[in-house]
């Protein structure tokens, strides 16, 4: 009967902390569903502000991260205190966010930035690493579905309050969301008992396992030609992908600027709500059809997307364009790890490959908003839009040519 008792309260706790998980992500992405996007529309009015410092200040936050990346991984492998890390990080997250709003002057937003952009590079490997040491490799695969679904339906219930509080109240009350909403990511994650977290697991090694392994991750993307031609053409995507939706905003504000918010909001709540259904489409019908035909399709609806934006000449149509966001990026977001994954089967470098072709990724995205508000400031938004499209079918060029398909039943690892 002890015995019994006592298996209830641990499945009793581990309940508790997976719950707190869910929350960890939903109200994450909720407090962070005021950012991005919206930074763009509040400061286009502000005094000194143009589209060119605006791409420059977004780029500054997505550079903060992609530098901390790599060291926040190697802390979260090392610390055992994966719940602080995270906690701090939404200090920050929310101090940089009220910091935008106090004095929206060019030094003031780049230091709130870079906070930001720390914050940011935080959270990934943290939850992560939470997560596999909950429940392990056996059980990784749901949870890892399942927090990405809690993650999506947190930026679109995110998006549409801090459109509506933009659009009722103000855009700087949309900033000021994001730190009452922290309060609610601190609460979920020290619902996680942390007794309950395998911290070998959570590395990705055996419960038992004491030992360390950290060769680089560029040497690995680097020794595969179809990684490195993959990383390549991640790095293409963001460039191409990365400012679409911030211009596409800024456009909408800068002939209705009362509704900014509003059409911010509607352009990511479209996107996130059919990223879901992509997903599940990659999870039942990727083993059959094969990565490499999905994985076009999401590379495909890039440059369609760039030249409908320049061609768009209201709201509605720009709001539906986003569905195409929506098809790419979910498409994006599920197979990008998945072939990753075959590309490394049998290395024992998963997670460094990733690693260094998730570095790739972020500074496609880092270099796109700067280089799209240096083309608005010489062309305008249309310009900006074809260009973008341009650099997207060079990305489904070098994909289609030079990446492989990589399902299990192909020999895809270059050696």
């Given at each position: 009967?002890?015995?019994?008792?006592?298996?209830?309260?641990?499945?009793s706790?581990?309940?508790?902390?997976?719950?707190?998980?869910?929350?960890?992500?939903?109200?994450?992405?909720?407090?962070?569903?005021?950012?991005?996007?919206f930074?763009?529309?509040?400061?286009?009015?502000?005094?000194?502000?143009?589209?060119?410092?605006?791409?420059?200040?977004?780029?500054?936050?997505?550079?903060?991260?992609?530098?901390?990346?790599?060291?926040?991984?190697?802390?979260?492998?090392?610390t055992?205190?994966?719940?602080?890390?995270i906690?701090?990080?939404?200090?920050?997250?929310?101090?940089?966010?009220?910091?935008?709003?106090?004095?929206?002057?060019?030094?003031?937003?780049?230091?709130?930035?870079?906070?930001?952009?720390?914050?940011?590079?935080?959270?990934?490997?943290?939850?992560a690493?939470?997560?596999?040491?909950?429940?392990?490799?056996?059980?990784?695969?749901?949870?890892?579905?399942?927090?990405?679904?809690?993650?999506?339906?947190?930026?679109?219930?995110?998006?549409?309050?801090?459109?509506?509080?933009?659009?009722?109240?103000?855009?700087?009350?949309?900033?000021?969301?994001?730190?009452?909403?922290?309060?609610?990511?601190?609460?979920?994650?020290?619902?996680i008992?942390?007794?309950?977290?395998?911290?070998?697991?959570?590395?990705?090694?055996?419960?038992?396992?004491?030992?360390?392994?950290?060769?680089?991750?560029?040497?690995?993307?680097?020794?595969?030609?179809?990684?490195?031609?993959?990383?390549?053409?991640?790095?293409?995507?963001?460039?191409?992908?990365?400012?679409?939706?911030?211009?596409?905003?800024?456009?909408?504000?800068?002939?209705?600027?009362s509704?900014?918010?509003?059409?911010?909001?509607?352009?990511?709540?479209?996107?996130?709500?059919?990223?879901?259904p992509?997903?599940?489409?990659?999870?039942?019908?990727?083993?059959?059809?094969?990565?490499?035909?999905?994985?076009?399709?999401?590379?495909?609806?890039?440059?369609?997307?760039?030249?409908?934006?320049?061609?768009?000449?209201?709201?509605?149509h720009?709001?539906?364009?986003?569905?195409?966001?929506?098809?790419?990026?979910?498409?994006?977001?599920?197979?990008?790890?998945?072939?990753?994954?075959?590309?490394?089967?049998?290395?024992?470098?998963?997670?460094?490959?990733?690693?260094?072709?998730?570095?790739?990724?972020?500074?496609?995205?880092?270099?796109?908003?700067?280089?799209?508000?240096?083309?608005?400031?010489?062309?305008?938004?249309?310009?900006?839009?074809?260009?973008?499209?341009?650099?997207?079918?060079?990305?489904?060029?070098?994909?289609?040519?030079?990446?492989?398909?990589?399902?299990?039943?192909?020999?895809?690892?270059?050696?």
């Amino acid at each position: 009967m002890r015995k019994g008792t006592g298996r209830s309260r641990e499945t009793s706790r581990t309940g508790r902390s997976l719950a707190g998980l869910d929350g960890l992500n939903f109200f994450l992405a909720d407090a962070q569903g005021g950012l991005g996007p919206f930074l763009g529309i509040y400061l286009l009015n502000k005094p000194g502000w143009n589209a060119a410092t605006i791409g420059l200040v977004m780029t500054l936050g997505v550079t903060a991260t992609l530098i901390a990346q790599t060291p926040a991984g190697a802390l979260t492998d090392r610390t055992h205190h994966k719940r602080t890390l995270i906690v701090g990080a939404t200090a920050l997250l929310s101090t940089g966010a009220v910091l935008i709003t106090i004095t929206p002057r060019f030094p003031v937003v780049a230091t709130a930035q870079l906070m930001i952009g720390v914050a940011g590079a935080v959270f990934a490997p943290a939850i992560a690493a939470i997560a596999l040491g909950l429940v392990g490799p056996a059980g990784y695969t749901y949870r890892t579905g399942r927090m990405q679904a809690f993650n999506h339906a947190g930026n679109i219930l995110g998006a549409a309050a801090a459109g509506l509080t933009g659009y009722l109240v103000s855009l700087r009350a949309s900033f000021w969301l994001t730190s009452i909403l922290s309060i609610f990511v601190i609460a979920s994650t020290l619902a996680i008992n942390r007794r309950l977290v395998d911290h070998n697991l959570a590395r990705g090694l055996p419960s038992q396992d004491t030992s360390a392994d950290t060769p680089s991750g560029f040497a690995v993307l680097l020794r595969s030609r179809p990684l490195l031609a993959l990383g390549v053409s991640v790095l293409l995507f963001h460039l191409a992908n990365g400012a679409m939706l911030p211009i596409a905003g800024q456009k909408l504000a800068t002939h209705h600027a009362s509704q900014g918010a509003l059409f911010q909001a509607a352009l990511i709540i479209v996107a996130q709500t059919v990223m879901i259904p992509m997903a599940l489409l990659v999870a039942h019908r990727a083993d059959r059809w094969g990565r490499k035909i999905i994985f076009l399709a999401g590379f495909g609806v890039l440059p369609l997307r760039g030249v409908l934006f320049a061609l768009a000449t209201n709201p509605t149509h720009t709001v539906a364009i986003q569905v195409l966001d929506g098809v790419g990026a979910g498409i994006f977001g599920a197979l990008f790890p998945i072939m990753v994954a075959d590309l490394t089967r049998g290395t024992g470098r998963y997670n460094l490959a990733l690693g260094a072709a998730t570095t790739m990724w972020g500074i496609g995205a880092a270099l796109s908003t700067t280089l799209a508000g240096a083309v608005i400031v010489l062309g305008g938004y249309n310009l900006a839009f074809l260009t973008l499209a341009g650099i997207a079918v060079l990305a489904l060029g070098l994909f289609a040519l030079a990446v492989p398909e990589t399902s299990p039943t192909e020999t895809v690892l270059s050696r």
